[in-house]
T-cell receptor, first 112, second 110 residues
Framework: DGGITQSPKYLFRKEGQNVTLSCEQN?????MYWYRQDPGQGLRLIYY???????QKGDIAEGYSVSREKKESFPLTVTSAQKNPTAFYLC???????????FGPGTRLLVL | QKEVEQDPGPLSVPEGAIVSLNCTYS??????FMWYRQYSRKGPELLMY????GNKEDGRFTAQVDKSSKYISLFIRDSQPSDSATYLC??????????FGKGTRLSVIA
């Protein structure tokens, strides 16, 4: 089955801790994206990557970091600098940057 | 003015009703318009994709784009309880990231 997988489904973070959210796709898509969704806020772009070893900041990149070492994988690290990390995190991919995006099932991050 | 405006609802309709969901936007460079459906605690799924102005129909769903008015719509005919979800409009110009509306929460009551 082709698709986008995100893990874990739920993630708990302690104060001062960095956590990493996984996103994998087997669609052979070049572009990948990370969004944050808060209640009533819609989707806000954190980072995106159009090709391997390249990525750009989105609208709310502060407190987050990414890497794109493989075409299939685009992990997101929520650092301790992100003071309000509780949200639903969505990963997406598209054939290239100009095409429609397909989403994974999301990871819900909660702070202990 | 926000780039994309979407009424958050909630919108509640009886089963079988025609539903109209709308977004307005300010950026005249937008060329690609999409509607996503998102069930609670799930990722959004692509429902409709339209390039430039015009109508597109897929089963009970019709997407309309009016670029002169900077206004897009999604119509759902014969609405079903399974249509209860949040509907997100999204749009972009070539080689720029998608810009999303905040989503409209729809409830279809049996």
């Amino acid at each position: 089955d082709g698709g986008i997988t995100q893990s874990p489904k739920y993630l708990f973070r302690k104060e001062g801790q960095n956590v990493t959210l996984s996103c994998e796709q087997n669609l052979n898509h070049d572009a990948m994206y990370w969004y944050r969704q808060d209640p009533g806020q819609g989707l806000r772009l954190i980072y995106y990557s159009q090709i391997v070893n390249d990525f750009q900041k989105g609208d709310i990149a502060e407190g987050y970091s990414v890497s794109r070492e493989k075409k299939e994988s685009f992990p997101l690290t929520v650092t301790s600098a992100q003071k309000n990390p509780t949200a639903f995190y969505l990963c997406a991919s598209s054939i290239d940057h100009g095409e429609t995006q397909y989403f994974g099932p999301g990871t819900r991050l909660l702070v202990l | 003015q926000k780039e994309v405006e979407q009424d958050p609802g909630p919108l509640s309709v009886p089963e079988g009703a025609i539903v109209s969901l709308n977004c307005t936007y300010s950026n005249s460079a937008f060329q690609y318009f999409m509607w996503y459906r998102q069930y609670s605690r799930k990722g959004p799924e692509l429902l409709m994709y339209t390039y430039s102005s015009g109508n597109k129909e897929d089963g009970r769903f019709t997407a309309q784009v009016d670029k002169s008015s900077k206004y897009i719509s999604l119509f759902i005919r014969d609405s079903q309880p399974s249509d209860s979800a949040t509907y997100l409009c999204a749009m972009k110009s070539r080689n720029t990231p998608l810009v999303f509306g905040k989503g409209t929460r729809l409830s279809v009551i049996a």
